[in-house]
């Protein structure tokens, strides 16, 4: 049973940083292509960063330059690290693995920013 497992949201003050994590099982992790997607109330989901399985990373111009994405393959762990966060980065984020014809989501954690 495929199981991904997102840890580290919560309540933020705004300039703070929190690390988001992603533990995965079911899979064999080393070979995904792993992502965060977030989705704010009324709007569409969309991808935060992402980080192949030779750790090529991509990140939104919303993170890009304040977030920093990474895998322990050992772990089978994914992470994300961000700061400066704003009240635009209120929403739940979802962890995401990808393979071939094979996606599976996590179930999401909060992330509220505000003081």
């Known amino acids: 049973q495929v199981q991904l497992v997102e840890s580290g949201g919560g309540l933020v003050q705004p300039g703070g940083s929190l690390r988001l994590s992603c533990a995965a099982s079911?899979?064999?992790?080393?070979?995904?292509?792993m992502a965060w997607y977030r989705q704010a109330p009324g709007k569409q989901r969309e991808m935060v960063a992402r980080?192949?399985?030779?750790?090529?990373?991509l990140y939104s111009d919303s993170v890009k330059g304040r977030s920093t994405i990474s895998r322990d393959n050992s772990e089978k762990k994914m992470f994300l690290q961000m700061h400066r966060l704003a009240p635009e980065d209120t929403a739940v984020y979802y962890c995401?693995?990808?393979?071939?014809?094979?996606?599976?989501w996590g179930q999401g954690t909060q992330v509220t920013v505000s003081s």
């Open positions: 995401n693995a990808v393979r071939k014809s094979r996606t599976h």
């Open positions: 079911g899979i064999s992790f080393r070979f995904y292509k």
């Open positions: 980080i192949t399985a030779d750790r090529r990373t």
